[in-house]
């Protein structure tokens, strides 16, 4: 197989295989790598949720839009149907660390399935990865040891709900340190939040509008080299409001002072901003302002 292509890994079994790893339940695993086989790395596709915890510098690693060096403490998450990869020109190497592989089907029926979709970090980046303290490593490896334990007893009326609320109390401890790393970056993130605004207020000012449409979230998340779930999670750390919401209020505070352009109609201004239909800006203006921009413009 060529460096290119990309392998397509649907099952927790294929998975463990691959790797030399006893499945104890064909839905779930947790891998020690230094217990696995050396393997040749190539561009992968799982068909289940996957969860890496790096212990050593590994090598490059593409994932998503970008190549990452992985720092001793690492961890990335990835949904399924995402690709991820190692390049090591085709040679057989000894992996370290762990892993916590899990299917959708295992989620089915459960609490985790229904909010599954809340935790966003399944489709950050991978260098939005989640660096871990030596005391927040600990924690994460105390999981996979009960998860795994949990997978070693023999299967009965509870296995799925407790190895399933050990993964949701593993994903919840995920988001208690990505909040930590979001505010321990924080001279970073409002670095990323100026240069937001700034882009914002450049987009509005430009033609842009007219020829993109309405300014989406997604488009300043890609202006900064991240993905648009990390750049929401962001914003709203940072700001209280959603990206959505900013990107609202901006452009309402831009319309309030084209209201006043006396050669220019409600529905020019509203095509300006990037609006297919006038009725949608008044509907927005309206929601925020609580007025019409005709009923605004002759009150003031």
């Known amino acids: 197989m060529k460096n290119q292509e990309v392998e397509i890994v649907n099952s927790v079994s294929e998975y463990n295989k691959m790797v030399n790893h006893e499945t104890m339940n064909p839905l779930v695993s947790v891998v020690d790598f230094s ?38 403490g690492t961890l990335v998450f990835i949904a399924p149907g995402q690709t991820y990869g ?36 399944f489709s950050y980046d991978v260098h939005e990865a989640l660096h871990l303290s030596e005391k927040e490593r600990e924690i994460i490896l105390e999981c996979f040891k009960n998860i795994k334990l949990e997978l070693e007893q023999a299967i009965d009326k509870h296995s799925k709900s407790l190895i399933v609320n050990n993964i949701e109390l593993f994903l919840n401890y995920c988001m208690r340190f990505y909040d930590r ?9 409002q670095n990323f939040i100026g240069k937001f605004e700034k882009s914002l207020d450049d987009y509005l000012k430009s033609d842009k509008p007219k020829s ?4 989406m979230v997604n488009y300043f998340a890609e202006q900064l080299n991240l993905s648009a779930n990390y750049f929401g999670d962001l914003i709203k750390k940072e700001l209280g409001i959603s990206a959505q919401e900013f990107i609202h209020n901006k452009l309402i505070d831009v319309a309030k002072d084209q209201i006043f352009d006396a050669s220019k109609s409600i529905s020019e201004i509203s095509y300006d901003l990037g609006f297919k239909y006038p009725q949608h800006f008044t509907r927005l203006f309206k929601s925020k302002v609580g007025v019409s921009p005709s009923e605004f413009k002759s009150l003031n």
């Open 35 to 72: 217990k696995s086989d050396p393997i040749c790395q190539f561009k992968r596709t799982f068909g289940f949720y996957t969860v890496f915890l790096k212990d050593v510098m590994c090598g490059d690693m593409q994932y998503g839009k970008h190549s990452y060096d992985y720092q001793e």
């Open 86 to 121: 190692i390049y090591n020109a085709d040679t057989y190497i000894q992996p370290a660390g762990f892993a916590l592989i899990f299917h959708p089907d295992l989620l089915k029926g459960t609490n985790l399935g229904k909010n599954i979709r809340n935790y966003n970090f």
């Open 181 to 189: 790393q979001f505010i321990t970056r924080d001279h970073i993130n």
């Open 212 to 215: 993109l449409g309405f300014p």
